[in-house]
């Protein structure tokens, strides 16, 4: 699978915008694309997706991990350039009105073969999970239900190989022991001792970053 940062606090590739927020492009083996949230700006969002080569109208399905606008405003932007797009928002999040189908996720859910969300947690936020063939890979968004609610529950469907996104204020180092791929992203307000303490598993995210796993 292909992972690209599109939105980030931090940028890594010259041209593009670094900006409070977080969005990335998911790609996997057989030919489904993801868009996970969508930044705090769409004027952002889509200079970032163009210096990115990536054409918004072909982004087919979008994930909103939860609602905070750091992570959706980029969403009417996107919904105005591709009407059939198809939304996958936690139940806790309102139902963009101007798209044309949107899945509300209560409980854990399968996307498509190898994509599934965690459901949501704690009743604030979704994380996605895809299945590559070294484990599970999880994108967080801001990782509120707390990092530990979020690997248990990804948990469910196999080993987690890697971990990728926002994780706020996460202390708790211990629990990344057994993975093998860390990308803090976003919000995430300890990553200088995340890759202290693991400097091998650890990989520097920001607008531009791409991984491939
Ligand atoms: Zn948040
Ligand atoms: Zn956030």
Known sequence: M?????????????????????????????????????GASGLILLHNLDKLSIDPSTIAEIFISHAHWDHTGGLLDLINLNKEVKIYVPSSCPKPVAAREVVSIKGPFQIHENIFSTGELKGVEQSLVVRTKEGLVVITGCSHPGVRAILQAASRLGKVHGLIGGLHGFSEFDLLIDLQLVCPCHCTQFKSEIRRLYPEQCLDCGAGSVLEI
């Open 2 to 38: 292909k992972i690209t940062i599109v939105y980030d606090n931090e940028v890594l590739k010259e041209g593009l915008k670094a900006d409070w927020g977080f969005s990335c492009l998911v790609e996997v083996e057989n030919g489904q694309r993801i868009l996970f949230d969508t």
